[in-house]
T-cell receptor, first 114, second 115 residues
Framework: AQSVSQHNHHVILSEAASLELGCNYS??????LFWYVQYPGQHLQLLLK??????LVKGIKGFEAEFIKSKFSFNLRKPSVQWSDTAEYFC????????????FGSGTRLSIRP | DVKVTQSSRYLVKRTGEKVFLECVQD?????MFWYRQDPGLGLRLIYF???????EKGDIPEGYSVSREKKERFSLILESASTNQTSMYLC??????????????FGSGTRLTVV
């Protein structure tokens, strides 16, 4: 069965620090990959997605993620975080069939010290 | 702007009560999903529906049922609420139209407390 692993449960950084959140998945076939973000008190929203093509994808608010197929990874990065990036981040994967459901990781809580 | 609306933001129910959580989407999406979100466990799929009157069990269906009589509405039912069903419940929908974005649009969630 597919699974998604986010090894960092809680990350604490100072403003302007660089961020990398790890995400690994277990499915061996072709996949679509997502990062969702949930700001405090708000609903989950899409940060970025990978479907095909350039493995380095850019999302909103300066975030990017790199798909490394050989490592089954889709790590999220941001060169310089802001206090407003405090949120919970979820990595997710689905098989490329349009009917497949999305499998979510357990989430990483990011706290930014002002 | 596309919307997934969950009828209640906060709900408090007693043990043994039958609880209905409602979700409505206005995007004519075929697929709808119910997840529960718990700290450290991420989002776990309870039930999903590929289309009207269709439903499939997710990873944790025990103690829940669903209803999808109309395309825009997907209801989650707790037949007899228990304290271990205290959680945040998230509804999501998705289109399966070719060439579309196959990710989810989420509702704002219902925080259910069972006492």
């Amino acid at each position: 069965a597919q699974s998604v692993s986010q090894h960092n449960h809680h990350v604490i950084l100072s403003e302007a620090a660089s961020l990398e959140l790890g995400c690994n998945y277990s499915y061996g076939g072709t996949v679509n990959l997502f990062w969702y973000v949930q700001y405090p008190g708000q609903h989950l929203q899409l940060l970025l997605k990978y479907f095909s093509g350039d493995p380095l994808v850019k999302g909103i608010k300066g975030f990017e993620a790199e798909f490394i197929k050989s490592k089954f990874s889709f790590n999220l990065r941001k060169p310089s975080v802001q206090w407003s990036d405090t949120a919970e981040y979820f990595c997710a994967v689905k098989k490329t069939s349009s009917a497949s459901k999305i499998i979510f990781g357990s989430g990483t809580r990011l706290s930014i010290r002002p | 702007d596309v919307k997934v609306t969950q009828s209640s933001r906060y709900l408090v129910k007693r043990t043994g009560e039958k609880v209905f959580l409602e979700c409505v989407q206005d995007m004519d999406h075929e697929n709808m999903f119910w997840y529960r979100q718990d700290p450290g466990l991420g989002l776990r799929l309870i039930y999903f529906s590929y289309d009207v009157k269709m439903k499939e069990k997710g990873d944790i269906p025990e103690g829940y049922s669903v209803s999808r009589e109309k395309k825009e509405r997907f209801s989650l039912i707790l037949e007899s609420a228990s304290t271990n069903q205290t959680s945040m419940y998230l509804c999501a929908s998705r289109t399966t139209q070719q060439g579309s974005y196959y990710g989810y649009t989420f509702g704002s969630g219902t925080r259910l407390t069972v006492v």
